[in-house]
């Protein structure tokens, strides 16, 4: 199951069918495991420059479809049928909202729950390579992510909430996991105390004599 990325710059495609020999890199040779190192060959762009063959990654949902993508894969051809994965589950994303300089939400798989940070401009964390240690600020507080390299997605940041899935009946009970997970590490932010109205001031009884006769009145 190979698929062909084109670099935005100048068109280059990478073929992992073919690979690239003139760089040792052997055929069959997924996009998404290409070595730190590798650049586009005709122009130099960053591997991130590259769209897959889905399209542009110019939205959330292209990204979140992306990101799937990739994961299914390693599901299909890595990762199906070892004992740290339930089959029970598929891969699924929930709950993506705006945070930092780009988006946060929850990604379900066979084999994890993670809490994934995808930037808006894939050059936001481009200096950091695929396991670093980076730490991110929620609004429940500090957390250790690790930076992980996600194909043409470029570097997204990982919070690994559960890893032993086999805990799940079936994906209903990891999707409800993944919410309650969401729910806690960002919770709305408080709301400040109604303030209390002024209790109103007590009229007297009756009319004065000042509106009775009027200002000139004794």
Same mark, same amino acid.
């Given at each position: 199951?190979?698929?062909?990325?084109?670099?935005?710059?100048? $068109?280059?495609?990478?073929?992992?069918?073919? #690979?690239?020999?003139?760089?040792?890199?052997?055929?069959?040779?997924?996009?998404?495991?290409?070595? =730190?190192?590798?650049? *586009?060959?005709? *122009? $130099?762009?960053?591997?991130?420059?590259?769209?897959?063959?889905?399209?542009?990654?110019?939205?959330?949902? /292209?990204?979140?479809?992306?990101?799937?993508?990739?994961?299914?894969?390693?599901?299909?051809?890595?990762? #199906?049928?070892?004992?740290? *994965?339930?089959?029970?589950?598929?891969?699924?994303?929930?709950?993506?909202?705006?945070? #930092?300089?780009?988006?946060?939400?929850?990604?379900?798989?066979?084999?994890?729950?993670?809490?994934?940070?995808?930037?808006? =401009?894939? =050059?936001?964390? +481009?200096?950091?390579? =695929?396991?670093?240690? +980076?730490?991110?600020?929620?609004?429940?507080?500090?957390?250790?992510?690790?930076? /992980?390299?996600?194909?043409?997605?470029? @570097?997204?940041?990982?919070?690994?909430?559960?890893?032993?899935?086999?805990?799940?009946?079936?994906?209903?009970?990891?999707?409800?996991? +993944?919410?309650? +997970?969401?729910?806690?590490?960002?919770?709305?932010?408080?709301?400040?105390?109604?303030?209390?109205?002024?209790?109103? @001031?007590?009229?007297?009884? #009756?009319?004065?004599?000042? /509106?009775?006769?009027?200002?000139?009145?004794?």
């Amino acid at each position: 199951m190979s698929a062909a990325f084109s670099c935005a710059g100048c $068109g280059f495609v990478y073929d992992e069918a073919a #690979g690239d020999a003139a760089r040792g890199l052997p055929p069959g040779l997924r996009f998404d495991r290409l070595p =730190d190192y590798w650049r *586009c060959p005709g *122009c $130099g762009g960053p591997q991130h420059a590259f769209v897959p063959p889905e399209g542009p990654l110019d939205s959330l949902d /292209a990204k979140i479809a992306a990101l799937l993508a990739v994961y299914r894969r390693v599901w299909v051809e890595d990762m #199906g049928g070892t004992l740290i *994965c339930n089959p029970a589950l598929d891969v699924a994303a929930i709950g993506f909202r705006p945070f #930092g300089p780009g988006w946060a939400g929850a990604v379900v798989s066979p084999w994890f729950l993670n809490i994934a940070l995808i930037p808006a =401009d894939p =050059d936001c964390w +481009a200096g950091l390579r =695929d396991g670093d240690e +980076a730490p991110e600020t929620l609004p429940a507080g500090a957390y250790n992510f690790n930076a /992980a390299r996600v194909g043409a997605l470029g @570097t997204i940041k990982t919070l690994a909430v559960v890893s032993a899935m086999n805990v799940f009946a079936g994906q209903a009970e990891a999707l409800a996991a +993944a919410e309650m +997970a969401l729910a806690q590490l960002f919770p709305p932010p408080s709301q400040p105390e109604p303030t209390p109205e002024p209790e109103p @001031t007590p009229q007297k009884a #009756g009319l004065s004599r000042r /509106a009775l006769f009027g200002r000139g009145g004794a």
